[in-house]
């Protein structure tokens, strides 16, 4: 995996500096980023190589990533890369109501080469039109000699076409329909795939994950790119629900073979990245060693992103600083990604709190003060941070806040039984009482009324 | 026997006051003249004096009921008061069973006499003698004991209620009774800051078995919401067995409660202030204002009690800001007056400014300790045998077991014959 295409392989790197690319001369306007040391390595993270990022992706999703970077990013220079890149790709397709959309956004900061080109929307458009009615005559013709395989194909082109040119919901029903004509599982995969690729477009992650599940129940055995290409779409969809121990398993269990077969939804770099973060906030310990750091197939991915791995590494191994340090530099990058970055801050925090519970655990006392200087923060804050802990029972320990000490607390059982057994004894008491009066009451009332039939 | 004398009506009394068939002859023969003895009410004082108490129980009832119910003769009479408190102290306990409603409607005037006078508590003692007389077991509630709660309100002699409401009450006679008597007890306990005893005296007035809302229960619900808070921070939702009606409607009368309660729910002072202030004059008017005040102290109690749970020392200062109060000081008197009374364990350091919080001391190894585990454990298996012993009569009730023969399925041959065809 590792040196499979030069252009991968330094874009892998690319994320956070230059270097990779040459000369920092090639763009004026971002300056040269140093590169020293492994905990600098991210030192330049706003500095984004965003040709090296696009270049990982095809299709629609280079667009919608590039653009979301133009929004998302305060960086002038990057802004208008993205956009450069973004317009570039555009012309390539055949979306003219993207294009138009994208041409709002950049207006005429481009310069003269890159205003609005009326002609090419129009021809586009008409070209489609066209299109659409060649299409759509084909498929009645088709639905008249009732060949399922050639209906089947027939409403697949038109989903195609439909998809290229930017209306996506048809593509999506057209992708559905294809359904009643499949007769084989290669069919199913096939039309699996593609809706998957639509609802993700769509960001409906319900779809996607139901697709899932029809793909994989296929009798057939699934070859190896198709199954990693669906784990992937599998730990998409669970990551947007929030599922972040779900999505960790599937990304985790996505095969090496996933290569560059699925640049139109997911790089592999993101694979790492995705699972690596979840993993970190949602797995104990053990589940940790096991399935990230000693899973051969899952350090293929992981050798793309190494900040990824070193990090995960130094948390396993207690390094908090630098763990935390490699975090705070892969973030900006993070905030950029369109499926990542509302989950960023929910997953640092999770990470953070981990770390924090697990330097903890030996002990049965801690300064305050070694432990800030671990966590790069100061004992105030620390201690707010032990204060939520303990209060949510995440940590069983008391601070004592005059000596700056966080002594470990282990609740002591027999008291603790003890004081249940009598609160429940007076439960019971209270409850029966109030029920046998209740009874009593109930029972009064039956009898007059009672009494009082006839 | 239509208009008999009075005078004939106390020769028989002083005849037959025997024995206990001679008793339920009188009985009888005193019911017929009830209509005569209330026409003569005002002759009756003089009758009075000519009859024991403790012999001629039961006449002597039927005429100072018939004197008591005719107004002019109370307002006229200095000495009514204490006549009739010299007859609930030696009457026959027998006696005043056969006419129960007579004897309640005496005490009634009784206590109605006395509150006009304004002095409530001359009635305490009087009240208690009548209901031990009138109770046939100490597990049955009369209609006396919410008189007799009410006047130990008013006179503001709380520890007097406290001998009544220790006992537990297992027969009800009237509903009403129920509601009145737990209001009432709710609101002493209340008085002795006992809030725990206070909100089950009130959750059982909610809980209890109703058709029609009635005002007691709205009354006690907005109690109940305060009390509460007051003890755990949060209003519980009702449990399963409430009634219908309770559960539909008892919010919608409650609200500047409810609204108290979601605003303590937030935690910040300011707010809960604020929430007061804005319903100040329906607290006044419910006079609850008092309930709502102590609610206000207990969120600092709330919020220091949360910081035992965290720290183990922690500043003056500190503790100052974490309970939003404004200096200091102020957060040492709450922590004093909450150590003495024993909510937290804690000492604190003057020198530093420091306070120190300790586990609780109680170790469960005392003898005390064992004694009181071990009258817990008899006294609630009592309570279950009891709780058996109900279940047992209910299924041997003719009643029961008709429904139950009702709705068995008719045709399975080979079903073992649950209930005998008798009931059915």
Known sequence: ?????????????????????????????????????????????????????????????????????????????????????????????????????????????????????????????????????????????????????????????????????????????????????????????????????????????????????????????????????????????????????????????????????????????????????????????????????????????????????????????????????????????????????????????EIRHKAIIQYTIPFISVDLHTMAGAFKTNVAGLEKELEALITDNQIQARIDSHNKILYARHADQRNATFQRVLHTGVEFERDVRAMLVRANLIKHECITRAARKP | MAMESVEAVVAHIQGLSGSQEEVAHLHALLKQSEDALRSQAARLGAFLHQLDPSVHTLGYLFLLEAYSSDPVCREQDGDFLLSIVEFINSCSAEQIRLAPEKFISVCKSFKDKVMQLQVPIQGIVPLRTAIRKLQVSSEQLTTLHSDYLLLCLLAKCYKAGLSILDDDIFEVDQPRDLFLYCYYGGMINIGLKSYRKAWECLHNVITAPMTTLNAIAVEAYKKYILVSIILNGQVPLFPKYTSSTAQRNLKSHTQPYIDLANCYATGTFAELEGCIQTNLEKFQSDSNLGLVKQVLSSLYKRNIQRLTQTYLTLSLQDIANAAQLKTPREAEMHVLQMIQDGEIFATINQKDGMVSFHEDPEQYKTCGMIEHIDSSIHRLMALSQKLGSLDEHMSCDPAYLTRIGKERPRFDFDEFDSVPHKFL
Not at chain 1, 150 to 178: C, E, P, W
Not at chain 1, 278 to 289: P, V
Not at chain 1, 321 to 343: F, G, Q, R, V, W
């Open chain 1, 1 to 349: 995996m590792e040196g499979d295409d030069e252009g991968t392989f330094a874009a892998a790197t690319g994320y956070e500096a230059m270097y990779a690319n040459g000369d920092a001369g090639d763009d004026p306007r971002l300056p040269p980023t140093p590169r020293s040391g492994k905990a600098a390595v991210g030192g330049g993270g706003d500095l984004m190589d965003v040709e090296a990022y696009a270049a990982l992706y095809t299709g629609r999703t280079k667009v919608a990533r590039l653009l979301f970077i133009a929004e998302r990013c305060g960086n002038e220079g990057m802004q208008l890369e993205a956009f450069r890149l973004a317009h570039d790709e555009i012309k390539k397709g055949e979306d003219s109501h993207l294009y138009r959309e994208a041409m709002a956004k950049i207006g005429d900061r481009l310069g003269p080469r890159y205003a609005i080109d009326q002609v090419w929307a129009d021809a586009v458009d008409r070209r489609a039109e066209v299109r659409k009615e060649k299409l759509e005559n084909e498929l009645n013709i088709y639905k008249t000699n009732l060949i399922k395989e050639s209906i089947r194909m027939g409403f697949n082109d038109l989903a195609d076409f439909f998809y290229a040119h930017g209306q996506l919901g048809d593509a999506f029903k057209n992708f559905v329909r294809t359904r009643d004509y499949c007769t084989t599982s290669k069919h199913i995969i096939h039309m699996c795939l593609n809706v998957i690729l639509v609802s993700i477009e769509l960001s409906q992650f319900m779809h996607v994950s139901n697709y899932v599940s029809k793909a994989e129940q296929t009798p057939e055995q699934l070859d190896p790119v198709t199954h990693s290409k669906l784990r992937c779409a599998a730990g998409l969809a669970h990551l947007e629900t929030k599922k972040y121990k779900l999505a960790a398993r599937k990304f985790l269990e996505t095969g090496h073979e996933l290569g560059n077969n699925y640049t139109e939804v997911i790089a592999p770099q993101d694979v790492a990245i995705y699972g690596g973060l979840c993993a970190l906030a949602s797995f104990d310990r053990t589940e940790l060693k096991n399935k990230v750091i000693d899973n051969i197939n899952f350090r293929n991915f992981l050798e793309l992103v190494p900040e990824v791995r070193e990090l995960i590494n130094d948390f396993y191994a207690s390094r908090y600083a630098s763990c935390l340090e490699y975090l705070e530099n892969l973030k900006p990058n993070l905030l950029l990604d369109i499926h990542l970055h509302d989950h960023v801050e929910t997953l640092y925090t």
